[in-house]
């Protein structure tokens, strides 16, 4: 194995100049330089794949987004429709969900967008603001609130359609 001293690219020992900016490589690594770039290799690759990424939107998120979306059209529909027999306090809940199942849907399917709005506030207190990671806490938050949204949702949805078949 050769490592290239200029991008320090690891190759294999049939180069003779780096395939990523075609400097020229020198000698190969000794056993124990070669176990050593291994180890830091393995040990990258370890915090890559367990590391908490607040803008990675999985399929989960994608489906949990679609899930919010569909409620908020449904209640959309029943909220427009008079609700039925649900009462002031079902047209109400309806009223406050259309909207936070359509916002949280959009949280989970573009992340970016809260967290530049919460960046928002740091812009004068905080030197650097665009440095700013988020925290494991509103790692968490974005991804429960959106779950039990969904989950209080559809119990709403479920709780109208049985007032509406009675």
């Known amino acids: 194995m050769k490592k290239c001293k200029h991008c320090g690219a ?3 020992n049939e180069h003779s100049n780096c395939i990523d900016c075609d400097a020229r490589l020198g000698a190969p690594l000794t056993n124990a330089e070669e176990v ?10 370890t915090k890559l794949s367990n590391k908490k990424d607040y803008f990675y939107v999985n399929r989960i998120d994608k ?6 979306i569909i409620g908020a059209v449904l209640s959309l529909i029943f909220r427009i429709s008079g609700g039925g027999n649900v009462g002031d306090a079902g047209r109400i809940l309806l009223s406050f969900a259309i909207p936070l199942m359509a916002i949280e849907a959009i949280d989970l399917l573009f992340p970016w967008i809260s967290w530049e709005l919460y960046k928002i506030k740091f812009i004068f207190s905080v030197e650097n603001a665009d440095d700013l990671q988020p925290s494991d806490l509103m790692i968490y938050i974005r991804r429960i609130f959106p779950y039990s949204t ?10 109208i359609i049985v007032k509406l078949l009675q």
């Open 36 to 45: 050593e770039e291994e180890r830091k290799v393995t040990e990258k690759m």
């Open 63 to 68: 489906t949990v987004a679609a899930l919010l």
């Open 10 to 12: 690891l190759q294999g």
């Open 150 to 159: 969904v989950i209080s949702g559809y119990v709403l949805l479920i709780y």
